[in-house]
């Protein structure tokens, strides 16, 4: 089956931008779930000729489950669940912030395979401000811009050596 990639992480961080790089022009919005379709969204990509599919996920935020945010938590959960990779991304310019260690703790729990993003790293000083990363646990952190599109074929690099 073809691998999936679930694109996770605090809300504002790049998720939907590099959803958009890696998947290019290919996306499918998926009407599964009343009230989160708006933000999850699947799409094949093709990434140095391999295929995978990619979601791009609500973003993570803890509220009650019969809340608008809480059923987009939950429709997050499942798409981590069904996962073969996720991309763990945060805003590198912002820094990790408390709800990016709490979920990359959840992360870790849930014992899937992570790659860390640090994104809106671009230009000079971008890949310092991805180091402090590593603190989470979870690997060694890719820095990219996904907007200007810098770091995104060593993150594919990546990927493909998880898969
Ligand atoms: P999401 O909520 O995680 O899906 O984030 P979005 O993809 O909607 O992006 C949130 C904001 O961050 C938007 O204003 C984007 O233009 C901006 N953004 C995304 N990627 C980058 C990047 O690589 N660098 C910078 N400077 N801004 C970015
Ligand atoms: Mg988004």
Not at 144 to 153: I, K, L, P, Q, R
Request: aromatic share 4%; hydrophobic share 45%.
């Amino acid at each position: 089956r073809t691998p999936r990639v679930a694109i996770c992480g605090r809300p504002n961080v790049g998720k939907s931008t590099l959803f958009n790089r890696l998947a290019g022009k290919r996306i499918a919005l998926v009407a599964d779930e009343p009230g989160v379709t708006r933000d999850r969204k699947e799409a094949w990509g093709e990434l140095a000729g391999v295929k995978v599919q990619l979601i791009d996920t609500a973003g993570l935020e803890e509220a009650p489950p019969d809340t608008l945010p809480g059923r987009m938590r939950a429709s997050t959960g499942t798409a981590v669940d069904e996962a073969d990779l996720v991309l763990f991304v945060f805003d590198a310019r912002a820094g990790l912030l408390p709800e990016d260690r709490h979920f990359a703790a959840w992360l870790r729990r849930a014992g899937k395979p992570v790659i860390v993003v640090a994104n809106k790293a671009e230009g000079r000083g971008g890949s310092n401000a991805a180091l402090e990363a590593y603190e989470l646990g979870l690997g060694e952190p890719v820095a990219v811009s996904a907007e200007h599109n810098e770091g995104v074929s060593d993150l594919i690099d990546r990927i493909i050596e998880a898969l």
